[in-house]
């Protein structure tokens, strides 16, 4: 059984940095460790991912000279760091696995693979 669960969230002022943390449990293969965030009325959006292939990183271009993608392989968690926030980046994020090399984008797009439970971000003054 695949488990996916995140850790942060909360709220944080324009300018300011958080960090989200997730635990993937259960999956075997290849697979792709993502984040992904959702805001009401707009498409989801594929941030960033990690392959365990080690064939790429990802990161949606908009986003790449703010956020970063690491993991701690040894104990399966991803981390999304979060520097300088803006408004715009309140959202519900959410963690992903999916199996084998999918885009992030696609994964995203058509709610592939495992999600966790979602986490609510709010940047405001």
């Known amino acids: 059984v695949v488990h996916v669960v995140e850790v942060g969230g909360g709220s944080v002022q324009p300018g300011g940095s958080m960090t989200l943390s997730c635990t993937i449990s259960?999956?075997?293969?290849?697979?792709?460790m993502a984040w992904v965030r959702q805001t009401p009325g707009k498409e989801r959006e594929g941030l960033a991912g990690?392959?365990?292939?080690?064939?790429?990183?990802y990161y949606l271009t908009s986003i790449k000279d703010r956020f970063r993608i690491s993991r701690d392989s040894a104990n399966n968690i991803i981390y999304l760091q979060m520097n300088k926030l803006k408004p715009e980046d309140t959202a519900i994020y959410y963690c992903?696995?999916?199996?084998?090399?999918?885009?992030?984008?696609?994964?995203?797009?058509?709610?592939?693979?495992?999600w966790g439970q979602g986490m609510q971000v709010t940047v405001s003054s």
């Open positions: 259960g999956f075997t293969g290849e697979y792709v």
């Open positions: 992903v696995a999916a199996p084998g090399n999918p885009e992030v984008r696609r994964v995203a797009a058509a709610r592939q693979g495992y």
């Open positions: 990690i392959y365990t292939s080690g064939i790429s990183t």
